[in-house]
């Protein structure tokens, strides 16, 4: 689908758009309300070989997607009206570069009992750079080999579960590929003195993503 096609499906009503990574931490375009938000049957994976952002052809890192089953807390952005257009298509150049992802119109569940008509960017599982559901030990080994045009992988991963924690959500399985792909950049030559051990400690109970619930289809 090209960009001209998927604007032209826009609904006539307020938009919302549903980050469940970078997004999160660096939306890159104005919004009027920003809230924390609740998909059901979708769930965040680190599935997506980085050939540009987070890593190279060479070396490729991985990036998050969105896959089919379980759920995902993440955050949504309320756009204005007017500037719809102009911020989906600086969205579309970011995100649809190498069609990697699908755009797709989910329920966002929103503090209050609301639900927002919510865009969001689904993994195309048919797609060469989808990497699928790998172990711990290769998805670690990939992220700390990863560094692209935006930084260093080991540095998104641990952003994306810093602003997990702020919405009150911890993932275990992605919580021990950081400190796995920590492990093993530590032990290269040429490793980043930048990159700092993530606090995961936090009082009370906290919501789960049910990412490692339901397994990719």
Same mark, same amino acid.
């Given at each position: ?5 998927? @604007? *032209?499906? +826009?609904?006539? %009503? /307020?938009?919302?758009?549903?980050? #469940? ?66 911020? @989906? *298509?600086? +969205?579309?150049? %970011? /995100?649809?570069?190498?069609?990697? #992802? ?116």
């Amino acid at each position: 689908m090209k960009l001209a096609q998927f @604007l *032209a499906l +826009l609904p006539p %009503r /307020e938009l919302w758009v549903f980050g #469940y990574a970078s997004l999160m931490w660096s939306p890159g375009f104005a919004y009027r309300e920003k809230q924390r938000g609740f998909v059901y049957g979708f769930h965040r994976a680190l599935c997506i070989y980085s050939h540009r952002h987070r890593g190279t052809r060479a070396q490729p890192g991985l990036v998050m997607g969105l896959c089919h089953g379980g759920s995902c807390w993440g955050m949504s952005y309320r756009l204005a009206t007017r500037r719809q257009r102009d911020i @989906l *298509a600086e +969205l579309w150049h %970011r /995100e649809m570069r190498n069609y990697v #992802y699908l755009p797709r119109f989910v329920a966002a569940r929103l503090d209050g009992a609301r639900t927002a008509h919510a865009l969001t960017f689904v993994a195309d599982q048919t797609h060469r750079q989808f990497a699928g559901d790998l172990d711990i030990e290769n998805t670690a080994r990939l992220v700390a080999q990863g560094r692209g045009g935006r930084g260093h992988n080991i540095d998104y991963l641990q952003r994306t579960l810093a602003h997990m924690r702020e919405l009150g959500v911890r993932d275990s399985h992605l919580e021990r590929v950081l400190v796995r792909a920590k492990a093993i950049w530590g032990q290269t030559p040429e490793r980043s003195r930048g990159l700092t051990p993530v606090d995961n400690s936090r009082g009370g109970q906290t919501p789960v993503d049910k990412s490692r619930r339901s397994k990719l289809i």
